[in-house]
């Protein structure tokens, strides 16, 4: 297991001593003014987590000013690369004379030796440290980003990476950290500076970040009779060709559509509450044909949906089905990678 994060909060202090003890924090780093009045309080925490040469912080606060003069960034012994993504809340950046929103889910460059005037909202936001060493051949890259929204799909997949790196880095063990790191360098040279040679290092996990992305999207459209794979593409922002790449070892985008949806069903059909119809559930789920649910998920699972209820709500012990694999491959790597 890595070791214990460094943790600040506010959370314990009175209300009138929040911001005070939050502005001491930063110090060195940037000056900071609260949008509302401090005396009402300013409950905000960071935990940061180190990663070898790398880190990464998550942080919770109230909507404020942020402030990194010249002079204070001359001053500053610090010059790391921050890699930014709020997940909730979003950052308004003056660049000369205009000003960049970059909204929630969106990630962005910046560094703590530069000069930096933003505004932020209320905000649950995400940074990866990285010293400037750390990927020196895309220095001069990282520089031309500095500030500007990372919309292109390759800085959709960086945020993804973040979002499910902070969901995994309080369980990494030491030897999955060493790997992280690798894996880290390789997806930021990747997103910043897609040459070929950094597209090729990165792409084993620029596919996982990928397929986990496109995942999410079908869970969440579940219930449209829609989701073809040419809508999918559209939503996830790949081509089909990429699409169809990444869900070959699934059995297909078809199949593992069809798959989460039986899933769905199972988990709705065994809740303990009941009383629902199974076409209404079916409906849920995208099947709007009732026989034709019936029949998938007599094929899927090799019991009918309503035996499958009755059980459940029997409290027999029912195991979630996984669905049954087709031996179509004597290859025990593919016949995994489809479970």
């Known amino acids: 297991m890595p070791g214990q994060p460094l943790v600040f ?30 005396t009402a309080g300013f409950p905000a925490e960071w935990v940061v ?10 942080m919770r606060a109230p909507a404020a000013r942020l402030v990194r003069t010249a002079t204070a960034a001359r001053r500053s012994s610090l010059d790391h690369w921050m890699v930014n993504i709020a997940l909730r809340g979003d950052r ?21 030796n530069e000069v930096l005037e933003s505004r932020r909202s209320e905000i649950e936001w995400l940074c990866l440290f990285l010293p400037r060493d750390f990927v020196p051949e895309i220095s001069s890259s990282l520089s031309a980003s500095c500030g500007a929204p990372l919309g292109t799909s390759m800085g959709r997949i960086l ?12 369980s990494l063990s030491l030897a999955e950290q060493a790997r992280v790191v ?19 290092a990165a792409q084993a996990q620029i596919d996982l970040v990928q397929l986990s992305r496109v995942k999410v999207i079908i869970r969440q459209h579940l219930r449209s009779a829609l989701l073809t794979a040419e809508r999918l593409s559209r939503l996830a922002g790949i081509s089909r060709s990429q699409l169809y790449r990444l869900f070959e070892r699934q059995g297909g985008v078809a199949r593992y559509i069809q798959s989460e949806r039986l899933r769905a069903a199972c988990r709705a059909l065994a809740a303990p509450e009941g ?33 499958f209820r009755a059980a459940a709500l029997a409290g027999q012990a029912v195991v979630m089905p996984r669905g049954r694999i087709k031996p179509t491959t004597t290859n025990l790597a593919d016949f995994l990678g489809r479970l």
């Open 49 to 58: 987590w180190a990663l070898g040469p790398i880190a990464l912080m998550t």
């Open 92 to 112: 308004q950046i003056r660049a000369d004379a205009s000003v960049l929103t970059i909204p929630a889910g969106v990630a962005s460059i910046s560094a703590l």
């Open 182 to 200: 690798g894996s880290t360098r390789a997806i930021v040279a990747a997103s910043i500076a897609p040459s070929a040679e950094a597209m090729v």
């Open 275 to 307: 009383g629902r119809d199974i076409s209404d559930i079916a409906e849920d789920v995208g099947f709007f044909d009732p026989s034709a649910f019936s029949r998938a998920f007599l094929r899927e699972f090799e019991v009918k949906p309503r035996e």
């Open 159 to 170: 945020a993804a990476f973040l979002i499910q790196l902070a969901a995994e880095v309080p």
């Open 9 to 38: 909060s506010t959370l314990g202090l009175p209300a009138r001593q929040q911001f005070e003890a939050w502005n001491a924090s930063s110090t060195g780093t940037m000056e900071v003014t609260p949008l509302a009045d401090p």
